[in-house]
């Protein structure tokens, strides 16, 4: 029972890492995808991540209402009553592209979509899991300012986005050049 936030830039193999420490944990994995492909290029990279995986994993796709899929697929605990072992490990792959849909217009959102409201759904559930779970995310604040509004907005919420999750995470870790490095654990 524990929360894994694992961060990296594009391509820094972030998203094998976390299917190697899903494989590790030798429970029933389930698989929440947040990516909508949009072009052929990114039809490739989606395909490249589907052929890695296991095929037993079940996967469930998930673009906009990220707090409702993971919680019809989790197992919730309250004080009261604590899971003594984990009976399964999610992956969510991942929360940036998952921010980019919710507030970008050009990924048309759904009517009724509230980032704000979709990232506190988020992180009051995750505190509610009883269940390893394993959330994969870009590190976009490692060079410039970004121009234009839309651009400053997804690098700022990002940020805090990640900082939010690794502040109730059990685990951190930066992953660069296929490379892990414990940030928290």
Not at 13 to 38: D, N, R, W
Not at 171 to 179: D, E, I, P, S
Request: charged share 20%.
């Amino acid at each position: 029972m524990s929360i894994h936030l694992i961060l990296g830039g594009a391509r820094s193999g972030k998203s094998a890492f976390a299917e190697k420490m899903a494989s590790s944990h030798e429970l029933p994995v389930t698989y929440i995808a947040t990516a909508q492909v949009y072009d052929d290029e990114f039809r490739q990279r989606v395909a490249h991540h589907q052929a890695r995986r296991p095929k037993h994993w079940r996967l469930v796709e998930s673009p906009h209402f990220l707090s409702d899929a993971l919680q019809a697929n989790t197992i919730k605990t309250s004080s009261a009553s604590k899971i003594a072992r984990a009976e399964k490990c999610i992956i969510i792959d991942c929360l940036t592209l998952w921010l980019a849909q919710c507030i970008c217009p050009d990924c048309a959102p759904p009517t009724g979509v509230s980032w704000v409201n979709e990232r506190e759904k988020l992180l009051a559930l995750l505190a509610t899991i009883g269940d390893e779970i394993i959330l994969v995310s870009n590190e976009v604040g490692m060079g410039i300012v970004p121009l234009g509004e839309i651009n400053r907005q997804f690098q700022d919420e990002q940020g805090r986005l990640n900082q939010a999750i690794a502040a109730i995470a059990d685990k951190v870790t930066f992953v660069a050049a296929g490379l892990p490095l414990k940030l928290k654990d």
